[in-house]
């Protein structure tokens, strides 16, 4: 038995030792055990309530999970060759600004491609010493200012303050 499964007995065996101390009773027909744990992708039951192996039971999408996996694993065209994490990291990033970027140019009625028609260039350079007036653009378009393009920019003076 795994560590994390002993320490999970151990835990069971002492709320079976409380139960029955205090006039309460488990059943173990009724009893169901979920496991969390990343590694473990099998059901056998390791986990027992008075001498009886308790039901396991997966969560659902990690028993998809599980049965991809399986099923990739014997597939004969499967060459045991790890991906690097900063790889897959990069092409999902890539492939979610593709998709991104796709449903923003579906738009084309929206005044907002005016200001900003390519999403990935203004906001990789939005934190790079943008200006103020760019920065508070920027601020604008993510809360979906209602004002950016309705009403005429208001002309301030300075007279009269000082």
């Not at 907002?112 to 390519?118: A, G, K, S, T």
Request: proline share 2%.
């Amino acid at each position: 038995m795994q560590h994390l499964e002993c320490t999970i007995q151990l835990c069971i065996n002492n709320v079976q030792k409380w139960v029955s101390e205090n006039g309460f009773r488990f059943s173990v027909s009724k009893t169901t055990c979920v496991h969390f744990h990343r590694q473990r992708i099998y059901t056998e039951s390791a986990l027992h309530l008075d001498g009886q192996p308790i039901p396991v039971k997966g969560i659902q999408g990690n028993e998809n999970v599980n049965k991809l996996a399986k099923a990739a694993l014997n597939r004969a065209s499967y060459s045991g060759k790890l991906i690097c994490w900063s790889d897959l990291k990069s092409k999902t990033n890539g492939y979610i600004h593709l998709v991104w970027q796709k449903t923003w140019d579906a738009e084309g009625a929206n005044k907002l491609h005016e200001v900003l028609p390519n999403l990935g260039e203004d906001l990789h350079r939005r934190g790079e010493g943008a200006g103020k007036k760019q920065e508070t653009v920027m601020w604008w378009l993510r809360v979906g200012h209602a004002w950016l393009f309705a009403m005429p920019a208001t002309a301030f003076t300075l007279s009269g303050i000082f």
